[in-house]
């Protein structure tokens, strides 16, 4: 069974993250989207708003679940039984920062990370400019899914 994690924080989910994980699900038999919890971090969504916004968007999706971990995302690997890492790569500077990151894991694992580039039309976005733009009153509705929406 081919089962990866795509980790991250998702605060919040982007159409980036979305175009990703919907590219990734014909290569796998299973997509676990890890929501990493990190003490040291300030958030603009509670954690369970950010799984919610990702329940949502996949919720017609059998072969993608959501959960929530912390620690590294390799033990989360080897407790769930993944084989893979899913990763998107908007630009250069993601792959330089993303490649270190993978190369150790594999030393440290043999788990190995599935890069995928991010779509033309998305890869401009991210979740700090989303926040930005929301901080802002901007448009944010053009960057995240539809579940993303903000009173």
Same mark, same amino acid.
């Given at each position: 069974?081919?089962? =990866?994690?795509?980790?991250? #924080? ?12 919907? %590219?990734? *699900? ?7 989207? =890890? ?7 300030? &958030? ?7 799984? %919610? /916004? *990702?329940?949502?968007? /996949? ?9 929530? &971990? ?11 039984? =993944? ?25 440290? #694992?043999? *788990? ?6 991010? =779509?033309?039309?998305?890869?401009? *976005? #991210? ?12 448009? &944010? ?11």
């Amino acid at each position: 069974m081919r089962k =990866a994690i795509f980790p991250g #924080s998702f605060d919040p989910i982007t159409l980036g993250h979305e175009d990703i994980i919907k %590219r990734g *699900i014909p290569l796998f038999d299973e997509i676990v989207i =890890a929501i990493g919890v990190n003490a040291e971090k300030k &958030y603009m969504f509670p954690l369970e708003e950010r799984k %919610r /916004f *990702i329940e949502e968007t /996949f919720k017609n999706e059998p072969k993608v679940t959501v959960i929530t &971990y912390e620690g590294l995302t390799i033990d989360l690997c080897k407790k769930i039984g =993944a084989n893979f890492i899913l990763r998107g790569l908007r630009n250069p500077a993601d792959f330089e920062f993303e490649k270190a990151i993978a190369h150790t894991n594999r030393e440290l #694992s043999k *788990i190995e990370t599935v890069f995928l580039l991010t =779509a033309a039309s998305t890869s401009y *976005i #991210s979740s700090s400019i989303v926040r930005d733009v929301l901080r802002h009153g901007g448009e &944010y509705e053009l960057l995240v899914p539809k579940a993303v929406r903000v009173k």
